[in-house]
């Protein structure tokens, strides 16, 4: 099996780069996209917000458009915000939703018409927090849980043409926790 062209959204740092380093190591092209671009860069990198989805979906067109289209798409970029809903600023509450639901779409929406061209495959970063609500951080399970949502529905959508798998980490040693 060819693993081939593989947008990483988040892919410059924790849960992203790793998956960017599996990617070349099992012979893929990973295609780094994160709002921080290493100075030296071990893989193609773009500069891009996922919470500003239209400009994502633009990226994530005119790279595949360079590329020829697209085998995968992971979406590992992801925030939080922690505290009490009273206690987090609702700009920033509203951030979490963009960064990991809005902007886990927007990369699947543009990446899809190529993922189906290819037979690819969508992998969304979800959460043990997709599964069960905490305290002081209502915006990230929200998030979460729409992302798993969302993963679910989407492989109904898009069952013998797309494959979608979701991942749901129960924590990491990253710096998403500093």
């Not at 992203?16 to 990973?30: F, K, N, Q, R």
């Not at 600023?89 to 061209?117: C, K, M, Q, S």
């Not at 529905?153 to 979701?166: I, Q, S």
Request: overall charge negative.
């Amino acid at each position: 099996m060819t693993i081939g062209r593989i947008i990483i959204t988040g892919g410059a740092s924790g849960l992203g780069a790793a998956v960017a380093d599996a990617v070349a190591t099992a012979g893929g092209t990973p295609i780094v996209l994160d709002r921080a671009v290493p100075a030296e860069a071990p893989y193609e990198t773009h500069q891009a917000d996922v919470s500003e989805t239209r400009e994502l979906e633009a990226v994530i067109a005119g790279i595949a458009e360079r590329h020829g289209g697209l085998d995968g798409v992971v979406t590992a970029a992801g925030i939080d915000r922690c505290g009490r809903l009273e206690d987090v600023d609702a700009t920033e509450w509203e951030r979490v939703i963009r960064v990991n639901l809005l902007g886990t779409a927007a990369a699947v929406r543009a990446a899809l018409p190529h993922l189906e061209a290819s037979g690819g495959r969508v992998v969304t970063v979800a959460s043990s927090l997709s599964l069960k609500g905490v305290s002081d951080a209502t915006a990230y399970c929200a998030s979460k849980f729409g992302v798993l949502g969302f993963s679910r529905a989407l492989a109904a959508e898009t069952k013998g043409r797309v494959g979608v798998t979701t991942l749901i980490p129960g924590g990491m040693s990253t710096h998403f926790f500093d």
